[in-house]
């Protein structure tokens, strides 16, 4: 069982940077790959990033690669997503997500078991 709340969510203008943190309040994120999603309204759930348990391989979709960084401190119990350039589009509820194994490809392309409640992020042009 894992709680994960994240914040760092807020107004930011186009071109600006916001860090998102996700926290387990509950349980554990350190054995787990872990996963940042988005939704905007009206919009399905995308993948945005994903990095393995020790950190040492990340993954993004390709709208936000070099704009992005997934990052974790597993002694905090907590994942990261610094976001810079940030543009109108990148609006939406960010969302992060433990998945139940170690690798990137446990959140790629698969619906993890574990979710946070998410974080607004809006940009203004």
């Known amino acids: 069982q894992v709680q994960l709340v994240e914040s760092g969510g807020g107004l930011v203008q186009a071109g600006g940077s916001l860090r998102l943190s996700c926290a387990a309040s509950?349980?554990?994120?350190?054995?787990?790959?872990m996963g940042w999603f988005r939704q905007a309204p009206g919009k399905e759930r995308e993948f945005v990033a994903a990095?393995?348990?020790?950190?040492?391989?990340?993954y993004y979709t390709d709208s936000v690669k070099g704009r992005f960084t997934i990052s974790r401190d597993n002694a905090k119990n907590t994942v990261y997503l610094q976001m810079n350039r940030l543009k109108p589009e990148d609006a939406a509820n960010y969302l992060c997500?433990?998945?139940?194994?170690?690798?990137?490809?446990?959140?790629?392309?698969?619906?993890?078991?574990?979710w946070g409640q998410g974080t607004q992020v809006t940009v203004s042009s």
């Open positions: 997500a433990r998945s139940s194994g170690s690798s990137t490809t446990d959140v790629v392309g698969r619906i993890p078991p574990d």
């Open positions: 990095i393995t348990w020790g950190g040492g391989v990340t």
């Open positions: 509950v349980g554990t994120i350190s054995n787990y790959a």
